[in-house]
Structures are given as structure tokens and as C-alpha cells.
């Protein structure tokens, strides 16, 4: 933990608008890079090996969970998605995004007590259902089983740091690269990395 | 305390650039304003009465002391400084800006617990001296105390939760700005406010 890079943990419920988010505050703040997870499902349109996710095969992903690789994995949506430890200890300077969702992010919190964690809120209910209808990605069926895991995992707020509404993107956007960069200056972070200003 | 508006602390050694930042920040943040102490000193030019400081005559401060009407009071620099109470309870949503010192800090720290307390350090001991002689305000004598000062003022610097650096006057913003708009999407200030976004 002494002298490595920060730990950013954001999560939110499908819908919200956190893949937009984090592709912009990486394009935004500089020092931060994506942890790239592994998962077994398949590549979405758009999606590179390797930069999005490291894609495996589900005897792949089961061998690094035996070898105790990830800091968490889980099934989500019938596809498994897995964590690897590695990502949470970026050298000094280097501060890491992590796309979890709220079981994860515990774990997180246990190998790793100062990481950040950040809940990315649509702005109600109404407005995720509107939002997961207009992507037109889901049927009926995966739409309900998104909004019940969203209410489920809204639940989880209270592990959180950090709240941010996604109303409008420019505001939310503005509400995160704060977080990031106000994270940088606490006092024990930038003790650590030394008093150049002390006589 | 409750459903109070957020109570953000600056100190910084003088010469560290305070007085421009704070300027700056308060043109730029909306639903922020400046805490408006009380002094005996004279008004440097430019200083407004009611804006910068309410200017008292040491009787005057002296009553209001005795009445138990400030947070602290200091002499700093042979004049009396305090910062009224009341400032210390804003209305929800409206957040107050206060400029003390470390030993004033820390009362405040007292009466609102979750006060979030920000020290802006120069450069360098170094940088700090020659802003110092650079300002031409003040005597060999002055100067001298003033460095004296800011060595003690920069022990102190534990009690604070974000330092910031002022190297360069646009970055030491973007960090006080972003450590203002942090601090407001903190989860337990949300959930305060009231969870819109709950079903």
C-alpha cells in the first residue's frame, strides 16, 4: 500500500452511463489508467481484446480463479468477470479505474482499505428504465433483471465514498474528475510522496 | 449540523498566494461564500469593509469577545482577528468559505466536526522568501516573522485534510475547485439531501 498509485473503484447499475464516463475521465485525467478485467463473454461491438476487457474462454478464466489470480470474479448476466490482482498496485504516480460492481468493490476495499470508491447514480428510477429502453440492447426480460439489480445494488450506497448523479454528462464528468483529483491532495497522500515544500 | 451547508477551511503562510485563490474560487464556485471576519487592523488598499473584513475598533472586537460571538480570536501580527459563529452554520446548500489560521482551524474543527480543512503551501521555504521580498510590503523585520510563522504554520499541517500546492496559479485552483466539488458528492452529504434516485 505505501507509495503506490491510487485505487479508483466506480460502479453503477446498467444504464446509469458509466462506460461513457469512464472512457471520457480517462481521455481527461492524465496519471490514470483502466484496469482491464477478464471476462468470457463475448466481445460487443466496438470492444478490443486486451484494452476493453481481456477476453477468455470460461477453462481459461476457471484456471487463474483456481490459481487465486483475481481479487474477486463473479457471474453477472450469465458471463463470468474476474478482477486480476496485479491491477491494484500501480506504481506511484499511476493511479488506476476500476469498473466493478458492489460486491467486488468490497473485496477491493479489503486488499486495498484506501482505494476510492465512487457510486455513479442515474438521476431516478424512471430515468434508468428510460435509458436501458432506449439503447435498445435488451429484451423485456433483461431490462426487469437489470432495473431489479439496479434496486439491489443502489442498496449498497453506504460502502461507497463518493456519490455522483449522472444527470447531464458535462456535470458528471466535471463531478468525477474532481473526485480524482481532490483524492490527490489528501494530506496523508501527498505526505507520503514527500514534503518538498518542508525547510 | 445537520442538513447544514459544508464548512471549508483555508490557511495557508502568507506569501503562499491565499488571497488570489480565495478571490479566484469565489468568482468560480457557485454556492460558495466567503466568511467575513472581524479585525482591528487598518484596510489595506483596496479592502472593503463588509466584503473583506467587518474593521472594528479593538473596543468593539473586544465586546464582541467578551459576548462569546467568535469561534476564536487571534492577534496575528499585533492586530485582533476573529471569525464570528453564526458563519460557522450556513443554510443547506449554501457552503462558506473560511480564511484562518491552524490555531483557528482547529477550533472550528471543534464546533463542526466535519468542516473540511485545506492548507495552501508554497513551492518551497525558498520560492515562499522571495515571494515575500517580491511583494515589497514588508520590512527585513516582517519578513523574517512572517518565515518564522509560516515554519510553525507548516507543522501543523496534520491537522488538515488536503494540501495544496501553489506552484502555478490554474493548477493550485483546479484543485481547490475540484476538492469543493468532491467534498459535495461525498455519499453521506448526498444521502443527506435526500436520495432522489431512490425507488
Redesign the interface.
Known amino acids: 500500500m505505501e507509495g503506490k498509485g491510487i485505487v479508483f473503484v466506480i460502479s453503477a447499475p446498467s444504464g446509469a452511463g458509466k462506460t461513457t464516463l469512464i472512457r471520457e475521465i480517462l481521455r481527461r485525467i492524465s496519471g490514470l489508467s483502466y484496469s482491464i478485467s477478464y471476462t468470457t463473454r463475448p466481445p460487443r461491438p466496438g470492444e478490443v481484446d486486451g484494452k476493453d476487457y481481456h477476453f477468455v474462454t470460461e477453462e481459461e478464466f476457471m484456471e487463474m480463479a483456481r490459481e487465486g489470480k483475481f481479487v474477486e470474479w463473479a457471474r453477472v448476466h450469465g458471463a463470468l468477470y474476474g478482477t486480476p490482482k496485479e491491477n491494484l498496485y500501480p506504481e506511484p504516480g499511476t493511479d488506476v479505474l476500476l469498473d466493478i460492481d458492489p460486491q467486488g468493490a468490497k473485496q477491493v476495499k479489503e486488499l486495498r482499505p484506501d482505494a476510492v470508491l465512487i457510486?455513479i447514480?442515474?438521476?431516478?428510477?424512471d430515468e434508468?428504465e428510460r435509458r436501458l429502453r432506449e439503447r435498445k440492447k435488451d429484451s423485456e426480460e433483461d431490462i426487469r433483471r437489470r432495473l431489479s439489480n439496479a434496486?439491489k445494488e443502489?442498496d449498497q450506497?453506504?460502502l461507497?465514498?463518493?456519490?455522483?448523479?449522472n444527470d447531464e454528462l458535462e456535470n458528471a464528468l466535471?463531478?468525477l474528475?474532481?473526485?480524482?483529483?481532490?483524492?490527490?491532495?489528501?494530506?496523508e497522500r501527498?505526505?507520503k510522496e514527500g514534503i518538498?515544500?518542508?525547510?
Not at 447514480?121 to 428510477?125: H, L
Not at 461507497?160 to 448523479?165: E, H, S
Not at 518538498?196 to 525547510?199: F, N, Q, Y
Request: hydrophobic share 45%; with cysteine; aromatic share 14%.
Open positions: 457510486f447514480v442515474p438521476p431516478s428510477m434508468l434496486r443502489l450506497v453506504g461507497y465514498d463518493y456519490i455522483v448523479v466535471q463531478y474528475s474532481s473526485i480524482i483529483l481532490a483524492e490527490r491532495c489528501k494530506t501527498v505526505l518538498r515544500w518542508r525547510v
